[in-house]
């Protein structure tokens, strides 16, 4: 840490690179999770379950967990809970060494009501004002950052603070200065932006130049315009495809699974069927899927990954899913629909 103030379908090339010493990182702040059971309000809270969230730590967590080399660059405040991210951190096998430790600003926090449909899931963000909103391009070790094969950035960042628009923007351009893979995971957030217009005009030159793109059905639909009739999947692939040089797109379709383009061919996945636990952390399980897949050079094994990363972060609590290659492996072949004796 630094202390200062496909198999069948279309197969994607294999990212190749000098041995670099991670085969992902990625930018992000991670903030402690606040919750209470499922049918329990806030607002009669006695007690609250404490866990470590945050999209690109997560999707970090769960490459590490399936044993790729992954490393995590942020800023957290030098106290009791940014030391407790980062030993949560490093207990899913992420390289946090160049995690830079501030003495100002403070952790942000997030509190989460979960619930059963037809009730939503309700987050409350308590996050202004934290080290990582403060973070600025000066800070971020880019050697460390870059040596990497894939760089996977999300859209959550750019929408808390004009530095950290910038950080995204520079780490993107530095990425492709360096031959590195970047993977941009769309992940509107309504709370943290003031529209959908404001976040589309900040994402879109972004996106352009990454090399995966993931995005959400309703985020394609809320921030692009795209269709949302079922029946035009291709037109939705299409659309995003036009948004971006990327050559691998996918949208998740929630419960329906995915689809992806990749090579001029499309892509689908059908998603695993389980009984949720906790909606949070799905989408970054899956993408973590996703990502493993490309790094094989297998889009379409990146798929099959994603859906089973996420089915098993929807059956745990937590953002982060805790699985090995192992757990995604016998739940792909079936394995854990009965006792396992």
Not at 115 to 129: I, M
Not at 229 to 237: I, S
Not at 293 to 306: R, V, Y
Request: aromatic residues 4%; glycine residues 10%; charged residues 20%.
């Amino acid at each position: 840490m630094v202390k200062r103030p496909v198999p069948k379908g279309p197969v994607a090339e294999p990212v190749t690179s000098s041995a670099p010493k991670f085969e992902v990182t990625s930018l992000g702040e991670s903030l402690i999770r606040l919750s209470v059971g499922v049918g329990q309000r806030l607002s009669n809270a006695r007690t609250l379950d404490v866990h470590v969230a945050g999209a690109e730590s997560n999707v970090c967590a769960a490459l590490a967990g399936i044993g790729r080399r992954s490393g995590w660059v942020s800023r957290v405040p030098d106290n009791p809970l940014g030391r407790l991210v980062l030993r949560r951190a490093k207990e899913c096998g992420i390289d946090v060494e160049h995690v830079v430790l501030s003495p100002h600003g403070r952790m942000g926090t997030y509190f989460i009501e979960l619930a059963t449909p037809p009730v939503p899931t309700r987050v409350t963000y308590d996050r202004a004002g934290s080290a990582f909103t403060q973070f600025q391009t000066s800070e971020v070790d880019w050697e460390s950052l870059l040596d990497t094969r894939i760089l996977h950035l999300t859209g959550i960042t750019p929408a808390l603070s004009p530095s950290c628009r910038n950080l995204v923007a520079q780490a993107i351009e530095r990425a492709k200065e360096r031959g590195v893979l970047v993977s941009f995971d769309v992940n509107y957030r309504v709370r943290l932006w003031s529209s959908a217009q404001d976040a589309a005009r900040v994402l879109r030159p972004l996106i352009e130049d990454v090399d995966l793109l993931l995005c959400g059905k309703k985020d394609a639909v809320q921030l692009f315009g795209l269709p949302q009739d079922d029946k035009e999947e291709a037109q939705l692939l299409d659309g995003l495809q036009a948004l971006t040089k990327a050559k691998h797109v996918v949208v998740s379709l929630g419960k329906d699974g995915a689809i992806a383009r990749s090579g001029g061919s499309t892509l689908r996945q059908p998603a695993i069927s389980v009984s949720v636990m906790d909606r949070i952390g799905a989408g970054d399980a899956f993408a973590a899927g996703v990502i493993d897949g490309l790094l094989d050079g297998s889009l379409e094994q990146g798929l099959i990954t994603g859906t089973a990363l996420a089915a098993l972060a929807l059956s745990q609590h937590g953002d982060i899913v805790t699985a090995n290659r192992e757990d995604v492996t016998e739940l792909v072949n079936g394995v854990g629909q009965e006792v396992v004796r």
